[in-house]
C-alpha cells in the first residue's frame, strides 16, 4: 500500500495524479486535519506531526510514504528517511527548476506557506537550478486554510489572491509556481488571474512518475483507497467532491477513518 499525507486536503492533488498513474494500486491518504495548517507553524512542530503521522500510516500497512506537502518535506523529510529506514519516502518540493527552465521572460514566482518560503530548502532549490533567473517568492499566508474551507469562489478572497500577484506579474513573471500542495485546488481561480501573461507550473503529475517509478509491488493491488483523517474524518469524501476529484469514491474502500497520530 502507498501511503500519501499532508496537513489537509492539499496533498489530495498528488493523491489523485497517483490513482490515475497506478489504476491497481491500494492507497491510504491520510489528512493531519487536527493540526493543519503546517504553514505558519515552526520546523520542529512540523517534523513531530510527520513523525507521527508517517509511523501511522506505516501501521497500516504502506511500503512506500508520499509526503505530498512542500511544508512538511521542506521541514521533515531528512528527519522522517531516518526514523523509517527501509520505508521510500518521496517529498515534493516547489517546480523552481521546470519553471525556470521554461521562462521566456527568466522571471519565474514561487508561491508558498511561509514556512517554505523562508526555508533553507527552497533557498538552495533556487542556487541550484534558478541561477540565472529571477525569482520572486511569495508567502501566502491564509492560502491553504482557505482551500480547508472548500469556499474557492468567496470574491474577497480572489481580489486579495489578484491583489498579491499584481507586482509580480506586472514586473513580468511568466511562469507561477504552485509551491504548496492545496494551492493546485486554487488553479481555477489563478488560471484567470494569470492569463495571458504566466504560466502555472504544479508537479503533482512528477510526483506521481517518481512514485510510479518506485512503487514496485505495491503498484498492483485491488486499488482499493483508504481515507484517514486526525480531526473530522467524515468531511473527507464530501471534500473530494468538492474539489473534482469525486472519480476517487470509486475506490474508497469504507469509511474515512479517525487517525490517532
Ligand atoms: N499543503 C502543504 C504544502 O504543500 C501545506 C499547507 C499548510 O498546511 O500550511 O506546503
Not at 42 to 69: N, P
Not at 155 to 171: C, E, G, N, T
Not at 253 to 259: D, F, K, L
Request: glycine share 8%; aromatic share 4%; with cysteine.
Amino acid at each position: 500500500m502507498i501511503g500519501v499525507f499532508d496537513s489537509g486536503l492539499g496533498g489530495l492533488s498528488v493523491l489523485a495524479a497517483i490513482a490515475e498513474r497506478l489504476p491497481d494500486a491500494d492507497l491510504a491518504y491520510l489528512a493531519d486535519t487536527a493540526h493543519v495548517p503546517y504553514g505558519n507553524k515552526g520546523d520542529d512542530y512540523i517534523s513531530a506531526r510527520v513523525l507521527a503521522t508517517g509511523r501511522f500510516l506505516v501501521d497500516q500497512g504502506c511500503t512506500l510514504l508520499v509526503l505530498a506537502c512542500n511544508t512538511a518535506t521542506a521541514a521533515a523529510a531528512i528527519a522522517l528517511r531516518e526514523a523509517l529506514p527501509g520505508i521510500p519516502v518521496i517529498g515534493i518540493e516547489p517546480g523552481v527548476k521546470p519553471a525556470a527552465a521554461s521562462s521566456c521572460k527568466k522571471h519565474i514566482a514561487v508561491l508558498a506557506t511561509e514556512s517554505t518560503a523562508r526555508s533553507e530548502r527552497l533557498a538552495r532549490l533556487i542556487r541550484e537550478h534558478a541561477g540565472s533567473v529571477r525569482v520572486d517568492v511569495l508567502a501566502c499566508p491564509g492560502w491553504a486554510t482557505k482551500v480547508e474551507t472548500l469556499k474557492l469562489d468567496d470574491a474577497d478572497f480572489i481580489a486579495s489572491v489578484q491583489r498579491h500577484l499584481a507586482p509580480v506579474l506586472d514586473a513580468g513573471a511568466d511562469r507561477i509556481v504552485l509551491g504548496c500542495t492545496h494551492y493546485s485546488f486554487l488553479a481555477p481561480q489563478l488560471a484567470p488571474i494569470v492569463a495571458g501573461r504566466a504560466t502555472l507550473v504544479d508537479v503533482a503529475d512528477a510526483v506521481a512518475r517518481q512514485c510510479e517509478r518506485l512503487a514496485g509491488p505495491a503498484a498492483r493491488g485491488q486499488g482499493r483507497l483508504a481515507l484517514w483523517a486526525t480531526a473530522h474524518p467524515e468531511r473527507l469524501p464530501a471534500a473530494l467532491s468538492a474539489l473534482g476529484l469525486q472519480h476517487l469514491h470509486a475506490r474508497l474502500s469504507g469509511p474515512a477513518g479517525r487517525a490517532a497520530a
